[in-house]
């Protein structure tokens, strides 16, 4: 949750409130002043001011017949330039160096690309420090990681099946790894519910990972981040450490790529 400014200024604050009034309106005729004076609370003088400024500069657009207001086209193309500022590839990796070293474990962060897992940055955990792989593009399986399946949790059946080209038979790559997209759609069913992936030894043995997905700012997963840790140290303390730091890096990295929940 973002923090309550320290020092708020008080004619920014009604500004945005302003825009935050017009943002919600869903009509197409605008709104007047008396109705946003009303609403926010504010004088008419101060409502006018405040339009009269934003409309100079574009963010606000009136209606010269009706004297009406609406969000103006300077608003929306400024606006464009958010998601080119907060993308995954451009992420700071001080998000994952702090799970990892919160965690003393590694920490990955993967897309999809086709029907493969790509580890696009991974954060080499030790309890004598961290070292970054600079070396990303590894691939992995979608069904048998932590990752893969955190990424697809809210694919449907359709989705999935496309995605694992209509087989119905998996590969397995240890004893652990689930065997069928049947059981697959199961252990999705499960991830959505819970809101993590495990992946215990079903990639390689001895290796235990928990993942989570990453949502942009329209909520769609793209990505998602983990946390793998050799079987042996994965008690039930260490659990709950590892979902409580993973939790609120995903939340934070999903915040920062423009991800807000109702």
């Known amino acids: 949750m973002t923090r ?15 825009f935050n009034y017009l943002a919600a309106d869903t009509g197409t005729q605008g709104v007047g002043i008396t109705e946003l004076s009303r609403e926010l609370e504010m004088g008419k003088s101060t409502i006018h001011r405040l339009l009269d400024t934003l409309q100079y500069y574009g963010y606000i657009e009136k209606d010269e017949n009706s004297n009406r207001y609406q969000l103006g086209w300077e608003l929306y193309r ?23 070293q919160e965690t003393q474990e590694t920490v990955n962060l993967g897309i999809l690309k086709r029907n493969e897992t790509v580890i696009i940055s991974k954060i ?8 970054v792989n600079i070396n990303p593009g ?5 069904y048998a990681t932590g990752l893969g399946k955190a990424m697809i949790c809210e694919m449907d059946e359709a989705q999935i099946r496309e995605l694992l080209n209509g087989q ?40 235990y ?34 979902l409580g730091a993973l939790r609120k890096s995903a939340d934070d990295i999903s915040r920062k790529l423009g991800y807000r929940k109702d």
Do not use: H, W
Not at 124 to 131: D, I
Not at 191 to 207: F, H, N
């Open 138 to 142: 590894e691939y992995e399986s979608i």
């Open 78 to 100: 400024v606006g464009q330039a958010v998601p080119r500022q907060n993308q995954l590839f451009s992420l700071n990796p001080s998000y994952l160096m702090e799970l990892s």
């Open 168 to 207: 119905e038979i998996l590969t397995k790559y240890t004893e652990n790894t689930i065997a069928s997209v049947s059981e697959l759609l199961e252990e999705e069913r499960r991830i959505r519910e819970c809101g993590y992936a495990v992946d215990a030894e079903e990639y390689c043995k001895g290796l």
């Open 4 to 18: 309550e400014p320290k020092y708020p200024v008080q004619t920014v604050t009604k500004a945005i409130e302003i």
């Open 124 to 131: 080499e955990g030790s309890r004598n420090g961290l070292r």
């Open 209 to 242: 990972c928990i993942a989570m997905p990453l949502r942009d700012y329209t909520g769609k997963i793209i990505a998602a981040v983990s946390v793998s840790t050799p079987t042996v140290r994965m008690d039930e303390e260490k659990r709950k450490l590892v």
